[in-house]
């Protein structure tokens, strides 16, 4: 446990704060490849973190929400700050929603400088995206240290040197 608390604290120096997280987004699309396999689709996203989720404020019928819908397994890497990981998509609904007051405030602030300009909080399309994290790498002084992050059990294990 205490390794995985170490990881956490990694995180939330990284990403929390009410910071702005660009993530790359990657979902599964609706539609397989010319082979039939499932085709992965990647974007990039403005993200705020706590506690093991990122939080991501979205039109409920753009093709990521449609995407989740269908298959809600999903994968995230956090631009420049080497970190990647597994999670589930889960849409919370419309930001308006008095269930999502508090979520609702912490986005706004992290977003502050464009979320009015982004975002029309009028359409019940406006929506909180959930990535609850399942797994991931926080990558440490260019593989330096590794730590392997297990957020459903809450566990971590580290490769190279020990934090």
Same mark, same amino acid.
């Given at each position: ?70 298959? !809600? =397994?999903?994968? *995230?890497?956090?631009? $420049?700050?080497?970190?990647? &990981?597994?999670?589930? #998509? ?52 260019? !593989? =330096?240290?590794? *730590?392997?992050?297990? $957020?459903?059990?809450?566990? &971590?294990?580290?490769? #190279?040197?020990?934090?």
């Amino acid at each position: 446990m205490e390794k995985y608390a170490k990881g956490m604290t990694i995180l939330e120096e990284k990403f929390g704060s009410s910071k702005d997280n660009v993530l790359g987004l990657a979902t599964i699309a609706l539609e397989p490849s010319t082979d039939g396999k499932p085709r992965p689709i990647v974007r990039d996203v403005n993200a705020f973190y706590e506690d093991g989720a990122f939080y991501v404020v979205t039109y409920g019928k753009s093709a990521k929400m449609q995407q989740i819908a269908q298959n !809600n =397994e999903v994968a *995230i890497a956090v631009n $420049f700050e080497w970190f990647n &990981a597994s999670g589930v #998509g889960e849409n919370m609904g419309w930001v308006m929603k008095p269930e999502n007051a508090e979520m609702r405030t912490k986005l706004r602030k992290a977003f502050e400088e464009w979320y009015d300009m982004a975002n029309n909080e009028d359409s019940e399309n406006c929506c909180i995206l959930k990535i609850g994290l399942t797994n991931g790498i926080i990558n440490l002084n260019h !593989n =330096e240290t590794l *730590i392997y992050m297990d $957020f459903v059990n809450k566990t &971590a294990t580290v490769k #190279g040197k020990d934090i």
